[in-house]
Every structure is written in C-alpha cells, then in structure tokens.
C-alpha cells in the first residue's frame, strides 16, 4: 500500500490475473452480474484492456443486454477485426433492433471467423432461413479453417487473394499477417505488421509482431500500446497463438473500496 499524501486516499496493488481469475469464475458460474463490479474496475486502471473488453462481451452475451454492447464490440473490433464475439454482440442487438440486413451481415463476419461457432451458426441460419437462403462454407471461413489449422500456405493464399479484391477488409489482412508470422515469412509479416498500424494504431497484432521480429524502432514503437492493451499478453496468446508473451505478471493499483469488491467476490466462491 502506498503512503497516503496531501489526503489522498492509499491505492493498494493487486495483480491484474487474480480480478481475471474471479471475472472467469463468475461467468463459467452463470452469475455474470457478478463480474460487473469488477470489470469496471480493471477499467478504470487499464482503459483499453482488451481482455476485459472480450469479458465485458461475454457477459453481455450472457445477459442478453445487446444494446449495452456496441461500444464495446467497436472497441474490441478496431483491435481485433477477427472477433467472432464482438460481431456476434453487434448481430443481436441488430436483430433485437429489427434491422434484419444488418444483422445477417454481422452473423456472416462473425461466421466468417469462427465457423464452427453453433450459435454464430444458429444466428446466421435464422436470418437467410427468411431468406430462404442456405448456409455455405465461404472462402474467408475456410481461410480461418486453414489458419486455425495451422496450414499457413493455404491461409495466406485465400487471404492474398481476398485483400485483392477488398483491401478495405481488415480482418483479411489481419487473418494474412497471422498466418505470414506463424508461417516464418519474417519480411513479408514485418512489412504489412508496419503497414497495418500506420493505418489503424490501435491493431494488436500489427503491434505484437513489430515487438516480435522488429527492429528497436519497431519495438519502441510498439512497447506503449501493447502495455495498454494487453499488458501481460493474455490477449495475444489466447487470440494469436503468440507462446512467447510477457509472463511477468501485470499489477493494478485500486482503492481499498475497489479491493474489497474482490476480496468479497472471493469469498463468494
């Protein structure tokens, strides 16, 4: 605990995984009401967290309370376009909104990357079935069958292609860039990992890879949005396969208000 001064009130230093341990705990629970209090409060220490931006959105799921959930999907998407969760949230609340032709475009992106998802798969079978319209096996999922797959040659074949023909499309370029990295194509990976936070600076993976294989520019560069974002890695090794994150463990400062919300989340369980 740090010296109170000038009548501030003494912050307390808690380890960041022991907040993460319980928010799990909570949702695997089903009692994700729980994990709000303390969701917010990592917030307000780390305010682009990504891993508590994806916890958020697991309790929105849970919750079913879609319309809370845009700005967070937003927030997740500009650092991971590939979140199946975060497009998942925005199909729902478009389909609790009634706006059916958006909704189905949300269920395709998130489909799109996770096609094995059953209910990414339900919703996106509900909104064609109006349609009349059947579900296939598109050339972004097969990307992201051959990625998770670790077959990167085909992966970056499909990618290389569909960032032709849509260069736009981050999440083509993203899914490219994971799979060139894993694939050891070290110039070609540092190249487009260099390009892709000039354009979106709030990319995690352009980020990660400019750390991994950058030069001491690259890694300077990436040292400041990597430690708001994913200070301890839990992010990139979860999404990215990344095994050599930091492993020292991330430590918050609260109050003692906001730690004892967690000792009493504790010792609920």
């Known amino acids: 605990m740090t010296s109170t001064r000038f009548g501030r009130t003494p912050a307390i230093s808690t380890q960041l995984s022991h907040w993460n341990d319980v928010i799990d705990r909570c949702l695997a629970a089903d009692r994700p009401d729980e994990a709000v209090p303390l969701i917010r409060v990592i917030l307000k220490s780390l305010p682009c967290h990504l891993p508590t931006y994806f916890r958020f959105l697991q309790v ?23 979140s199946e969760l975060a497009w998942a949230v925005l199909a729902r609340d478009a389909e609790a909104g009634g706006n059916l032709t958006k909704a189905q475009r949300f269920w395709t992106l998130a ?20 349609q009349k319209r059947p579900l296939m096996l598109t050339r972004p999922a097969l990307a ?15 990618y290389a292609e569909l960032t032709d023909e849509e260069p ?38 352009g980020w990660v890879v400019s750390a991994r294989i950058g030069d001491e520019d690259d890694k300077a560069l990436a040292r400041a949005p990597l430690e708001a974002m994913d200070p301890d890695g839990e992010y990139a090794v979860t999404r990215f396969a990344y095994k050599n994150a930091f492993s020292v463990p991330t430590d918050i400062s609260v109050s003692p208000d906001d730690a004892a919300v967690l000792d009493a989340a504790r010792r609920a369980f």
């Open 111 to 130: 489909l799109e990357n996770a096609p094995y998802n059953r209910p990414i798969r339900q919703g996106l079978s509900r909104t064609l079935l109006r």
């Open 60 to 82: 929105i799921w849970l919750m079913r309370r879609w319309n809370e959930g845009q700005d967070w999907a937003l927030r997740l998407l500009s650092a991971d376009p590939g």
């Open 168 to 205: 736009g499309r981050l999440d083509y370029q993203s899914g490219l860039l994971e799979a060139a990295w894993h694939d050891g194509r070290t110039d070609e990976a540092l190249h487009l990992a260099r390009r892709l936070v000039s354009l979106n600076s709030d990319l995690l993976l």
């Open 144 to 158: 992201t069958l051959y990625r998770m797959g670790g077959r990167w040659d085909r992966a970056i074949r499909i």
